[in-house]
T-cell receptor, first 113, second 113 residues
C-alpha cells in the first residue's frame, strides 16, 4: 500500500532557528516528490518538486533533499521566520496524473518570537 | 497569469441539501483535481478530470460527483449533505505533464448545519 509518513506531527521553534521536517514513503513506482506549504485556511503552495535523479532542491530558505534508495525526504528551513508558521505537506506521486499521488498528513510548524 | 480560482469561498448549507462548488484552473491547464480537507486531517483525494474525462477517483461515496467543461473549468457536487461533509474543499490544476507542479486554489469552506 502506498503510504507517506511525515514527522514530527508538530514542531515549535524560536524565530531565527533552523529546523528539519521528515518524509518517509513507500510509494512505488516513484515519479516525483513535492513539498507544499499550507497557511491556515489557505490552499497549499508548492515549495519544491524533485524527480528520481534529483538529490536536493532549494527555494530560498527552504531546501529539500531526497534519498530514493531509502525512500526518505527532508525539508530544511533555515533562519526561520514567523511567516514560516504553517503546515508542510509531503506529496509523493507514482504517475504524472494528479490522482496518482499520496499525501502525507503534514507537519505543523509554529515559529515563536 | 491568474491562479486557480474557486467559488464560493465560504458557504453554509443544511443537512440534506446539495451544494455545487466551482473551480477555474490556470489558463492552459487541462487537469483539475479536487480534495477534501477536514480540520486536523490531511488532504483526501476526491477525483481528477483531464480533458473533460474523469481519469482518477478517490474513495468517496457516490454523493460526491464532478464534471469538467470544455474550457477546463470544473464543478463538484455533493448531494444529500451530511454534517461530516463540513470541510475545506480544494481544487488544483496542472498541465498533466511529467514532473508537473499542482497548483491549488484557496479552497471553498463548506459548513453543514
Amino acid at each position: 500500500k502506498n503510504q507517506v509518513e511525515q514527522s514530527p506531527q508538530s514542531l515549535i521553534i524560536l524565530e531565527g532557528k533552523n529546523c528539519t521536517l521528515q518524509c518517509n514513503y513507500t510509494v512505488s513506482p516513484f515519479s516525483n516528490l513535492r513539498w507544499y506549504k499550507q497557511d491556515t485556511g489557505r490552499g497549499p503552495v508548492s515549495l519544491t518538486i524533485m524527480t528520481f535523479s534529483e538529490n536536493t532542491k532549494s527555494n530560498g530558505r527552504y531546501t529539500a533533499t531526497l534519498d530514493a534508495d531509502t525512500k526518505q525526504s527532508s525539508l530544511h528551513i533555515t533562519a526561520s521566520q514567523l511567516s514560516d508558521s504553517a503546515s508542510y505537506i509531503c506529496v509523493v506521486s507514482y504517475n504524472t496524473n494528479a490522482g496518482k499521488s499520496t499525501f502525507g498528513d503534514g507537519t505543523t510548524l509554529t515559529v515563536k518570537p | 497569469k491568474a491562479g486557480v480560482t474557486q467559488t464560493p469561498r465560504y458557504l453554509i448549507k443544511t443537512r440534506g441539501q446539495q451544494v455545487t462548488l466551482s473551480c477555474s484552473p490556470i489558463s492552459g491547464h487541462r487537469s483539475v483535481s479536487w480534495y477534501q480537507q477536514t480540520p486536523g486531517q490531511g488532504l483526501q483525494f476526491l477525483f481528477e478530470y483531464f480533458s473533460e474525462t474523469q481519469r482518477n477517483k478517490g474513495n468517496f461515496p457516490g454523493r460526491f460527483s464532478g464534471r469538467q467543461f470544455s474550457n477546463s473549468r470544473s464543478e463538484m457536487n455533493v448531494s444529500t449533505l451530511e454534517l461530516g461533509d463540513s470541510a475545506l474543499y480544494l481544487c488544483a490544476s496542472s498541465d498533466g505533464s511529467s514532473g508537473n507542479t499542482i497548483y491549488f486554489g484557496e479552497g471553498s469552506w463548506l459548513t453543514v448545519v
